[in-house]
């Protein structure tokens, strides 16, 4: 039997309470992430994976979008986001980290990333 890494229930009440005081910016980057809106690709917000809570998860893609603020910018907080980066690289899940101020100075070119790095291409039908 295979171990369960997703949603695991001990970190339940955290992602819950994560999801009802999301930042200013992941509340932005949510609305464009929320209802399959960009580029119909299904995004968690506040998903965990083994010990870590992810602010947005994509399982289609194994995609991960991490947003940091200041707290992240310290000696503990990079070598928390390197463990935490390995840990999910080893799973075959993608990182990438964009910094809160890019999500209001440049919210454009923050999606854009975002869809660079889809690997599955949405084909549209061919009209019969």
Not at 26 to 31: F, G, H, I, P, T
Not at 32 to 58: A, I, M, T, W
Request: hydrophobic share 30%; glycine share 4%.
């Amino acid at each position: 039997m295979t171990e369960k890494i997703h949603n695991i229930k001990n970190l339940k009440e955290g992602r819950k309470k994560l999801r009802n005081t999301l930042t200013p910016a992941e509340a932005k980057l949510w609305s464009f992430l929320k209802n399959s809106e960009l580029e119909k690709r299904k995004f968690r917000r506040q998903h965990s994976v083994g010990p870590y809570v992810l602010d947005f998860y994509c399982p289609s893609e194994k995609l991960c979008i991490e947003l940091d603020g200041s707290a992240h910018f310290t000696d503990s907080g990079y070598e928390y986001d390197t463990a935490r980066t390995e840990y999910l690289e080893a799973l075959n899940i993608r990182v990438i980290r964009f910094e809160n101020k890019d999500v209001f100075e440049n919210t454009e070119g923050v999606l854009e990333e975002i869809r660079r790095n889809f690997t599955i291409r949405q084909t549209t039908p061919t009209p019969p």
